[in-house]
């Protein structure tokens, strides 16, 4: 059974940090990248950042550049994305997802084959 479980959301203060966490089970970690999306309430599903399994390249939205680290760790089929400066706008639920690549612009984000089920981040002002 595939499974990517998210963990470490929460709620912070604005200027905050969190440290997202996901654990991929019931497929080849290694055939996947991974990507972290979030969606607000109201607002369409957005990709955040991805981090390529062939070449290890790391993307991130516009928007989060400079605050947002992706990083993975093979060993324990997991991967992690570092939240600092949260702003309000930054609030959503996020999702870990398994993707069948991750590129560099135009078109970053694969096909996105599996999903977590998601956490909550809720930044207040």
């Known amino acids: 059974e595939v499974q990517l479980v998210e963990s470490g959301g929460g709620l912070v203060q604005a200027g905050g940090s969190l440290r997202l966490s996901c654990a991929a089970s019931g497929f080849t970690f290694d055939d996947y990248s991974i990507g972290w999306f979030r969606q607000a309430p109201g607002k369409e599903r957005e990709g955040v950042s991805c981090i390529s399994a062939s070449d290890g390249y790391k993307h991130y939205t516009d928007s989060v550049k400079g605050r947002f680290t992706i990083s993975s760790d093979n060993a324990k089929n997991s991967v992690y994305l570092q939240m600092n400066s949260l702003e309000p706008e930054d609030t959503a639920v996020y999702y870990c997802?398994?993707?069948?690549?991750?590129?560099?612009?135009?078109?970053?984000?694969?096909?996105?084959?599996?999903w977590g089920l998601g956490t909550q981040v809720t930044v207040s002002s």
């Open positions: 997802v398994a993707l069948t690549f991750c590129e560099r612009p135009p078109r970053p984000w694969g096909r996105r084959d599996y």
